[in-house]
């Protein structure tokens, strides 16, 4: 028996994977096993080593590093997504003087790792006289390189969708610019909202390198924290982990409320339909040229 993309596996193929899927489980179990009872042999459950989260203080401390996190985050990801439209109509730009210095621009950009720019921006430009606040250092290392990874995500959305879908825009008389708002770039976002998200998740953990720079954020804290008497190094780690496991999910389950509800919006049903109807007048457009150019055309034809 077989199927459109595979075929279905026998007895023994099923018997072979069911033994697979139980084997993998009971090595995973095991290893998580292991690494609890490690924990357990070093100390790591004990109560002293988490007693310093008993203090209210703590928890006022690690809620300010928080603000700290999202503060950064927040603008970072703005900056980057406005960078990134900026970064994007410029690679897609038909003038090459245009077109070449923003390639080059987005190319460096994605090149330096994060941490090298926001360690050029808080101890590099001292050097030439400029002091930088380490919040603006992460924030605006983070606006670049991300805003250049956002470009291509929004490139590549928009040169992915089909070709007569701009053409059938230029034929009903829009411009490069109405084409581009009102045909191209809702679909391009809708199609790569996953990804555009995904990187956003990045941007978010990212905040994390501004420890580096002594940007009081969650890392840097839980670095103080396990620092202290009894050395909880792992008990800030875990902390602080599911701080950001949390922010993290979060982050994905409000990108995926945005996608079922542009998916049943009123408002982008009615845009597919006009991009359809454009598509279409496009299309009898096309024909009606091409027969006028064969002598063909009589004023009675319409594209079918």
């Known amino acids: 028996m077989t199927s459109v993309l595979y ?7 099923v018997l072979r994977n069911r033994i697979l899927g139980v084997a993998t489980v ?10 609890v009872y490690r924990f357990a042999e070093s100390g790591q459950f004990s109560p002293s080593k988490w007693y310093i989260f008993t203090f209210s203080a703590v928890w006022e401390q690690i809620l300010e590093a928080l603000g700290n996190t999202l503060a950064a985050f927040a603008l970072a990801a703005i900056l980057s997504l406005v960078l990134g439209f900026a970064l994007a109509i410029g690679r897609l730009s038909e003038h090459a003087w245009v077109r070449v210095p923003v390639t080059a621009v987005t190319e460096l950009f994605r090149a330096v790792p994060v941490l090298v720019l926001m360690m050029l921006l808080y101890y590099g430009l001292p050097v030439i006289g400029i002091k930088m606040e380490p919040y603006w250092a992460v924030v605006i290392a983070l606006m670049a390189y991300n805003g250049s990874v956002l470009a291509e995500v929004f490139r590549a959305g928009v040169e992915s969708l089909p070709r007569g879908q701009k053409e059938a825009g230029y034929a009903i008389g829009l411009r490069k610019n ?8 809702p679909q391009a976002i809708r199609a790569m909202l996953p990804v555009i998200v995904a990187q956003l998740v990045v941007t978010m953990k990212d905040t994390a390198l501004g420890f580096i720079i002594t940007y009081p954020e969650l890392l840097y804290y839980a670095k103080l924290l396990s620092s ?9 780690a875990f902390i602080i982990g599911g701080i950001y496991i ?5 982050l994905s389950g409000i990108a995926k409320y945005l996608e079922i509800r542009t998916r049943h919006s009123p ?16 299309t009898d457009t096309e ?12 004023g009675t034809s319409t594209g079918a």
């Open 246 to 250: 949390v922010m993290c999910l979060i």
């Open 7 to 13: 075929d279905v596996p026998g007895p023994r193929a």
């Open 26 to 35: 009971l090595v995973v179990l095991g290893a998580i096993a292991f690494i």
């Open 228 to 236: 202290q008497q009894g050395r909880p190094i792992l008990q800030s």
């Open 287 to 298: 024909i009606i040229v091409a027969q006028k150019g064969a002598g063909k055309f009589d």
């Open 178 to 185: 109405g084409v581009m708002r009102l045909i191209l770039l």
């Open 267 to 282: 408002k982008l049903q009615a845009l597919a339909a006009d991009n359809a109807a454009v598509m279409h007048e496009g």
